[in-house]
């Protein structure tokens, strides 16, 4: 990904000594030893019992681990007396892909990227979950049939991302306003590994909204080129609204803010934002419950949009990597009203499971408003874009939203290289990514 504009000069290269050989060797030596060590402890535990008995990886760390741990592993440790080896990691990705060459995958894993497990899928890493899921609790379009018949994830917390946030003293004129204004944009595009998917989500977004949710999966399965006039468009608009290639100061700014940070400067006075696109976990954020944050769909707000044609959606994918009856009953419990509950009751997220009815979430009325969105059966849903595309597209689409924000003037270059990647052959697919098409 590009760095941004105006860094600071590279110094010369000190001369390169020749390395001594002896010193790798010890080092490789000592490694080998302790990986030697490392197997013996673990065998020593296994046979002494006190291995946790299912591991799971996920990307909740911080204050949303502490919450999956009070709300859901807990619960399920004292009902079920097994104990949950727990794994937070904001490089989830590639934790897992690196576990995965090892031989040592967890048992279970929630990924955001049903793209990313579709490819598991077509290596033989996944279970599939049809004898311990129930696909009509959450839908197809959460729980994806693959061309091979089965059914290998569903969903533990969902959210909704085709909304824009806004101050609850902002009223509708001003709110307008203020949306053909770059610096009005709350814009934050770091996240470690991952930095540059609110560029993304953004683009998406605006393809969904000013051409349909049948172009949107078009494009998603990789029938549609990146250099389409629908694509080429999607990020055009965006270079209007947030300002790409303009501003240096504010091109800075969000290339160099965490996406958790964007909101932060809705708390000042006077404020330097007012609007956010972003996903409706970001409602859980201090300036946005300091600013009693209020929410469109931003479809109002998308020029050459005018009424919500679908609703952008995310949610974290629970699969089975690891075939034991500890791992099982883990699936079955993750997949059931309890659990799912639990995330609907701490207003960290969203369920969509069936038996759960959305009218009666107990939350605050703007949660209660998305719950009904994700669950209404007349809208059409469509999964987040980039998740649903192979990893190796969805990471370079990212790389590409960073470039294009600072130099707008390469996108033709940036959807050529675009075009090429998702050619390659033996990427995985999704068949289809909303519901209702």
């Known amino acids: 990904m590009s760095a941004p504009p105006g860094g600071p000069a590279t110094a010369a290269p000190a001369p390169r000594r020749r390395p001594s050989r002896r010193p790798v060797r010890v080092v490789?030596?000592?490694?080998?030893?302790?990986?030697?060590?490392?197997?013996?402890?673990?065998?020593?535990?296994?046979?002494?019992?006190?291995?946790?008995?299912?591991?799971?990886?996920?990307?909740?760390?911080?204050?949303?681990?502490?919450?999956?741990?009070e709300a859901v592993i807990e619960p399920f440790e004292r009902k079920y007396r097994i104990r949950v080896d727990y794994q937070g990691s904001n490089a989830e990705s590639q934790v897992l892909g690196a576990d995965v060459e090892a031989g040592t995958p967890p048992d279970v894993v929630v990924l955001t990227g049903p793209g990313e497990l579709a490819g598991y899928a077509r290596q033989k890493q996944l279970v599939p979950l049809e004898k311990l899921v129930r696909r009509e609790d959450f839908g197809p379009s959460w729980a994806t049939r693959l061309t091979d018949g089965h059914v290998y994830w569903f969903p533990l917390k969902a959210d909704v991302k085709?909304?824009?946030?806004?101050?609850?003293?902002?009223?509708?004129?001003?709110?307008?306003?203020?949306?053909?204004?770059?610096?009005?944009?709350?814009?934050?595009?770091?996240?470690?590994?991952?930095?540059?998917?609110?560029?993304?989500?953004?683009?998406?977004?605006?393809?969904?909204q000013r051409y349909g949710p049948a172009v949107y999966e078009q494009w998603v399965r990789g029938d549609l080129p990146w250099d389409s006039p629908?694509?080429?468009?999607?990020?055009?608009?965006?270079?209007?609204?947030?300002?790409?290639?303009?501003?240096?100061?504010?091109?800075?700014?969000?290339?160099?803010?965490?996406?958790?940070?964007?909101?932060?400067?809705?708390?000042?006075?006077?404020?330097?934002?007012?609007?956010?696109?972003?996903?409706?976990?970001?409602?859980?954020?201090?300036?946005?419950q300091q600013a009693d944050g209020r929410y469109v769909s931003s479809a109002e707000l998308i020029p050459g949009a005018s009424a919500p044609r679908g609703w952008e959606v995310s949610g974290d994918l629970v699969a089975l990597l690891h075939d034991t009856p500890q791992a099982r009953k883990l699936i079955r419990y993750?997949?059931?009203?309890?659990?799912?509950?639990?995330?609907?009751?701490?207003?960290?997220?969203?369920?969509?499971?069936?038996?759960?009815?959305?009218?009666?979430?107990?939350?605050?009325?703007?949660?209660?408003?998305?719950?009904?969105?994700?669950?209404?059966?007349?809208?059409?849903?469509?999964?987040?874009?980039?998740?649903?595309?192979?990893?190796?597209?969805?990471?370079?689409?990212?790389?590409?939203?960073?470039?294009?924000?600072?130099?707008?003037?390469?996108?033709?270059?940036?959807?050529?290289?675009?075009?090429?990647?998702?050619?390659?052959?033996?990427?995985?697919?999704?068949?289809?990514?909303?519901?209702?098409?």
């Open 230 to 288: 629908q694509v080429k468009a999607a990020w055009t608009t965006w270079q209007r609204l947030v300002g790409a290639g303009g501003d240096r100061e504010l091109v800075r700014r969000a290339l160099k803010t965490p996406y958790q940070s964007a909101s932060l400067p809705v708390a000042r006075h006077p404020r330097d934002c007012v609007l956010e696109h972003q996903a409706s976990f970001i409602r859980g954020r201090p300036a946005w």
């Open 28 to 69: 490789t030596v000592v490694a080998s030893c302790l990986a030697v060590l490392a197997a013996a402890a673990v065998a020593g535990v296994r046979t002494l019992g006190h291995e946790p008995a299912v591991t799971l990886l996920a990307n909740w760390t911080g204050g949303d681990e502490t919450h999956f741990r």
């Open 162 to 208: 085709s909304i824009v946030w806004y101050p609850a003293d902002v009223g509708a004129q001003e709110l307008r306003k203020a949306a053909g204004r770059p610096a009005a944009w709350c814009v934050g595009m770091g996240s470690g590994a991952t930095s540059g998917w609110p560029g993304t989500d953004w683009i998406e977004d605006i393809l969904l």
């Open 334 to 437: 993750l997949a059931s009203v309890d659990a799912q509950r639990a995330w609907n009751e701490g207003e960290s997220g969203f369920s969509v499971h069936a038996g759960l009815p959305a009218a009666a979430d107990p939350g605050s009325a703007w949660h209660r408003s998305l719950a009904l969105t994700l669950r209404d059966p007349q809208a059409v849903h469509c999964f987040d874009a980039s998740d649903a595309m192979p990893p190796a597209v969805r990471d370079a689409f990212a790389e590409a939203a960073i470039e294009f924000l600072a130099h707008p003037g390469r996108l033709d270059r940036l959807l050529r290289s675009l075009d090429t990647l998702a050619g390659t052959p033996g990427l995985t697919w999704l068949p289809s990514v909303c519901d209702g098409t």
